[in-house]
């Protein structure tokens, strides 16, 4: 058994799966410590829902190990289910139990108390606004209303680790916000593990982001080092009170100049490297301008330098 610092939730050690010639998972490590909110990226078929069935206990390893909160997923299946809270990417709901009956259903299944878990389930009806069709059953629901409900049913035991595979596919933006909001509420109670493509997401919620591809861990860290490592020039947006199309034809020349877009009075340039701004402000000599700002780099442009812009089946 390799040593596991009592601080983390999840520790992953060299683990492939391997389904016949095909690696799913190829050698992949991981550590996320306790309390933390983690976000792991990556394109179709990466291998984010492999290593959160292994996580969940519901699948095992090739070779490798994996521990949740110093327990072997393999041996300790049962005792991990206790800990931890899963949204799947479908939807497992059953249909013939009303929304409160599929709560009362997960509370029983965690053995928990009847006079607890009735105020809980009360708590999250009505903080993920299904309160009012509590007595209603799913397949009345619509799709948004149906993923809030997944999302309450994980959390209603209060778990140490809330698994979140892609919790908010298909939520409107209000709801989409309202989960938000309730996984920063419980920031530092419990370690979220999530995966997404709303790079968005990641971005607002998370602490560290990893970024995996073919089955290995491609990048790891906080937003801001990710998007550091992009290597290449700056991006500026320059807004003119007018003569924007005569400077435009006049960067368009320049030498440093990489790229060049014209959206109305804003031209955008791509320039080799951030000393450029000194040649582009010279050319600019006589121009009414409104402002020049540094256009941030996105974790977007982080994601496809790292995995390719080809789309993934």
Not at 83 to 90: A, D, M
Not at 116 to 129: A, N, V
Not at 180 to 199: C, K, V
Not at 254 to 277: D, P, Q
Request: charged residues 25%.
């Amino acid at each position: 058994m390799h040593p596991i610092d009592p601080d983390s939730a999840i520790f992953v050690n060299s683990v492939t799966k391997r389904y016949g010639s095909l690696a799913a998972l190829d050698s992949f490590d991981l550590e996320v410590k306790k309390g933390e909110i983690f976000a792991l990226l990556g394109p179709n078929g990466a291998g984010k829902t492999t290593l959160i069935r292994i996580l969940t206990t519901l699948m095992s390893p090739t070779s490798g190990e994996a521990y949740v909160y110093g327990m072997d997923t393999c041996r300790n299946g049962r005792e991990i289910r206790q800990l931890i809270g899963v949204v799947p990417q479908e939807n497992s709901l059953d249909r013939y139990l009303t929304a409160r009956e599929n709560l009362e259903l997960q509370a029983r299944l965690h053995s928990l108390e009847k006079k607890k878990y009735k105020s809980r389930i009360d708590e999250l009806l009505e903080l993920f606004g299904l309160a009012g069709r509590q007595n209603d059953f799913p397949d009345t629901f619509s799709g948004g209303m149906q993923r809030r409900l997944v999302v309450a049913r994980a959390l209603l035991h209060q778990p140490k680790i809330l698994f979140l595979d892609e919790p908010t596919t298909g939520l409107d933006p209000q709801s989409r916000r309202a989960v938000w909001d309730y996984i920063r509420s419980i920031a530092g109670e419990m370690t979220i593990f999530l995966t997404t493509h709303y790079l968005e997401e990641a971005e607002q919620l998370c602490e560290r982001v990893a970024i995996m591809d073919h089955g290995r861990l491609v990048a790891l860290g906080s937003s801001a080092e990710l998007k550091a490592k992009l290597v290449g020039g700056a991006t500026y947006e320059i807004e003119f009170a007018e003569g924007s199309e005569h400077f435009a034809a006049v960067l368009g020349k320049m030498a440093c100049v990489e790229k060049l877009e014209v959206s109305g009075r804003t031209i955008t340039v791509n320039l080799e490297r951030w000393e450029c701004l000194s040649e582009v402000i010279t050319a600019l000599n006589g121009a009414d301008l409104r402002r020049i700002s540094l256009r941030e780099k996105t974790l977007e442009e982080v994601f496809i330098s790292l995995t390719g812009e080809g789309v993934r089946e």
